[in-house]
């Protein structure tokens, strides 16, 4: 099968398509025909080794311990091991693979696969697991929204934030997404109810009026985005700046500050660390066969050009997500 395979951490350039074989399929795992997969920041975290630490959390310290890349996927099931007794050969399936999904074929656990909603195209599909999953638990586990709260989402136009948005206002809450202003007439129209340009104003615009705050951007000072937040506030910050330190990047703020500061105030301090699970996948499902909630594509890239998707990607131009289509 075709893949795109690295040998090395480094930039897109030492990305390669080759022929390798098909990974093979374990007990409780599910060989997926996959039709598209999805981009975003965290891949281009895994192909260039940065920070140092992930290095350290299984992903290979000298060189990736998974040489193909990519995450999210949607396909259709080729196979199914021993143990996998609810799906079959034919069902169409999107989530997440350890095996890497810029590829014709890849492997994934049946605890983070569920059926592809079957409203959306699989290229909607495959934008949704990692970045839907993210905004899910940041608005609902991290977050706590409730009806008639307050919340603002920054970063509201990309990945994680345009889902955020949505099921934020699913939740019952008054939105308020931050944004470059080309991207505002996008964000209204995922239901925020108030934009904020972030070229002309502050996020604490208004002061301490938000209940939640779920920073997706992660390049703003704790202190700036605790001003915004009520006394009792929730601050969940998801992701890191890519261009921080070698080291911990930006994710030092998640890291460090959130809990030490946590420790002397009576806002909470959140870091989200997505889990990737099946029920998440089947309530986003529902939620998007509802209506309530519709991925967006930026661009699509074939698979002989996953390294220049990334690279868009990581140049902060993606709009919503971006996809390798196969």
Wanted: proline share 5%; net charge neutral; charged share 20%.
């Amino acid at each position: 099968m075709k893949a795109i395979v690295q040998d090395v951490y480094g930039p897109a350039d030492l990305l390669q398509l080759r022929d390798i074989d098909q990974p093979a399929v374990g007990d409780d795992e599910v060989l997926v025909r996959v039709r598209a997969a999805g981009v975003d920041p965290g891949v281009w975290h895994l192909m260039t080794g940065r920070p140092y630490l992930l290095r350290a959390f299984g992903f290979g310290l000298r060189r990736p311990t998974v040489p193909v890349r990519g995450r999210d996927l949607a396909g259709v099931v080729e196979a199914v091991g021993a143990a996998v007794t609810d799906l079959r050969p034919g069902d169409e399936v999107y989530g997440t693979s350890e095996t890497g999904s810029y590829a014709e074929y890849a492997t994934a656990r049946r605890d983070r696969l569920a059926h592809k909603p079957a409203t959306i195209s699989f290229e909607q599909a495959a934008a949704t697991p990692v970045s839907g999953t993210s905004a899910l638990q940041a608005v609902r586990h991290c977050g706590g929204v409730q009806p008639g709260q307050q919340v603002m989402v920054i970063g509201a136009a990309g990945g994680v934030g345009s889902f955020a948005v949505q099921i934020a206002k699913v939740y019952g809450a008054t939105v308020t997404g931050v944004c470059s202003p080309g991207k505002a007439d996008l964000v209204r129209s995922l239901g925020a109810d108030d934009v904020i340009d972030y070229t002309r104003d502050e996020v604490d615009r208004h002061g301490a009026r938000y209940d939640v705050v779920i920073d997706t951007a992660g390049n703003r000072p704790m202190s700036l985005l605790r001003r915004a937040l009520t006394p009792h506030g929730t601050l969940v910050l998801v992701g890191g700046e890519s261009a921080g330190g070698r080291l911990l990047g930006g994710f030092d703020r998640q890291m460090l500050r959130a809990p030490l500061l946590s420790m002397v105030t009576r806002q909470r301090l959140r870091n989200l660390i997505a889990k990737e699970r099946a029920a998440d996948l089947d309530e986003l499902r529902r939620l998007i066969e509802s209506g309530a909630v519709t991925p967006v594509i930026d661009h699509t890239f074939p698979l002989v050009a996953a390294p220049d998707a990334i690279r868009h990607v990581a140049a902060g131009h993606a709009t919503g997500k971006t996809v390798v289509t196969m």
